[in-house]
Nanobody, 126 residues
């Protein structure tokens, strides 16, 4: 089993920044990818970004490219999502997830992730 716990959400004005953390524990050796997803009220869950657990390859949705940065600290078993230039449309519950599927392509589909955190609310005011 793998456990994920998100933190760092909150309320911020448009143009501001937040850094989300995803603490990973358990059978971390089985993980290939950590992804961030978000879901706004009334909308479907949306892929945000992913990072290879060992190789560090990163991938971003077009909607956040250039504004968000994903990184990892393997010593701390933590993945971060630095969010800059936030917009009201970034408002959502952000969740991190772990995938143990071996692949050389970015894992952007939610159903390919095996383990999920509880989510953290990000609210961007205009």
């Amino acid at each position: 089993q793998v456990q994920l716990v998100e933190s760092g959400g909150g309320l911020v004005q448009a143009g501001g920044s937040l850094r989300l953390s995803c603490a990973v524990s358990g059978r971390t050796f089985s993980i290939f990818t950590i992804g961030w997803f978000r879901q706004a009220p009334g909308k479907e869950r949306e892929f945000v970004s992913s990072i290879g657990w060992s190789g560090g390859n990163t991938y971003y949705a077009d909607s956040v490219k250039g504004r968000f940065t994903i990184s990892r600290d393997n010593a701390e078993n933590t993945v971060y999502l630095q969010m800059n230039s936030l917009k009201p449309e970034d408002t959502a519950v952000y969740s991190c997830a772990a995938s143990n599927i071996y692949t050389r392509v970015p894992v952007t589909t939610a159903n390919l992730y095996n383990y999920w955190g509880q989510g953290t609310q990000v609210t961007v005011s205009s």
